[in-house]
Nanobody, 124 residues
Framework: QVQLVESGGGLVQAGGSLRLSCVAS????????MGWFRQAPGKEREFVSG????????YYGDSVKGRFTISRDNAKNTVYLQMNSLKPEDTAVYYC?????????????????WGQGTQVTVSS
């Protein structure tokens, strides 16, 4: 069992930056690949980014490539999402997710553990 708690969301103007954090507790963090997803009102949950267990391999959704950066610190049981050049269309609830796997799923379904989400609002 893994518990995930996100933080770092908020209100920011277009072009600004935010850094989301997700702290995991429970089982050994390094056993899990981690993902960030987002969901805007009326839309499906969307893959934002994912990272392998050792942090070497990273993946991004097309809409955030070049603007967002995922990273992890296994010593701190934490995964981060640095979001730069934010746009109003990035407005959503952002969730982190964990899956005990050797590969990084790019869809929500395989992830077993989810945080409660943190709201990101980008004003124009």
């Amino acid at each position: 069992q893994v518990q995930l708690v996100e933080s770092g969301g908020g209100l920011v103007q277009a072009g600004g930056s935010l850094r989301l954090s997700c702290v995991a507790s429970g089982r050994t963090f390094s056993r899990y690949v981690m993902g960030w997803f987002r969901q805007a009102p009326g839309k499906e949950r969307e893959f934002v980014s994912g990272i392998s267990r050792n942090g070497i391999f990273t993946y991004y959704g097309d809409s955030v490539k070049g603007r967002f950066t995922i990273s992890r610190d296994n010593a701190k049981n934490t995964v981060y999402l640095q979001m730069n050049s934010l746009k109003p269309e990035d407005t959503a609830v952002y969730y982190c997710a964990a899956e005990e796997s050797a590969t990084v799923p790019l869809r929500a379904t395989p992830y077993d553990y989810w945080g409660q989400g943190t709201q990101v609002t980008v004003s124009s």
